[in-house]
C-alpha cells in the first residue's frame, strides 16, 4: 500500500503561484511513475504532470512552460510548481502513483486532493 498526502492549495489571484507537496509513506518502492491529475467541477479528470525515476517529465500542452513537477527522493515528496495561473486551472488537484506490483501489473494511488482555485 501507498499513502498519498496532498496540501497546499488554496485560493490564489490570476498570474499567482502555488507550490503544493505530495508526500508518499508506505511500500513506496518499484515505483514506476508519479504525477499530478486535476479535475474540474463537471469535467473529467485530466493529467496535469508526470515524472519517471529517471527524472523524465511530461505535460500536456495546456500547462507546460506554466507547471512544474519534481521530486526530492530523500523526503519522499514529490511537488507542483504552479506559476502564471488562469481561472481555468482551478479544479481538485490528485496526486498520484503507478506502482510495479510484484504480480508484475502496475496499480494507480490516489491522494485525496487539495482544492486549488484561481480567482480575482
Known amino acids: 500500500q501507498v499513502r498519498l498526502v496532498e496540501s497546499g492549495g488554496g485560493l490564489v489571484q490570476p498570474g499567482g503561484s502555488l507550490r503544493p507537496p505530495c508526500a508518499a509513506s508506505g511500500s513506496i518502492s518499484s515505483i514506476y511513475r508519479m504525477g499530478w491529475y486535476r479535475q474540474a467541477p463537471g469535467k473529467q479528470r485530466e493529467l496535469v504532470a508526470t515524472?519517471?525515476?529517471?527524472?523524465?517529465?511530461n505535460y500536456p500542452d495546456s500547462v507546460k512552460g506554466r507547471f512544474t513537477i519534481s521530486r526530492d527522493n530523500a523526503k519522499n515528496t514529490m511537488y507542483l510548481r504552479m506559476d502564471s495561473l488562469v481561472p481555468e486551472d482551478t479544479a481538485v488537484y490528485y496526486c498520484?502513483?503507478?506502482?510495479?506490483?510484484?504480480?508484475?501489473?502496475?496499480?494507480?494511488?490516489w491522494g485525496q486532493g487539495t482544492q486549488v482555485t484561481v480567482s480575482s
Open positions: 515524472i519517471t525515476n529517471d527524472g523524465n517529465t
Open positions: 498520484n502513483v503507478v506502482k510495479l506490483r510484484p504480480a508484475g501489473d502496475l496499480y494507480n494511488y
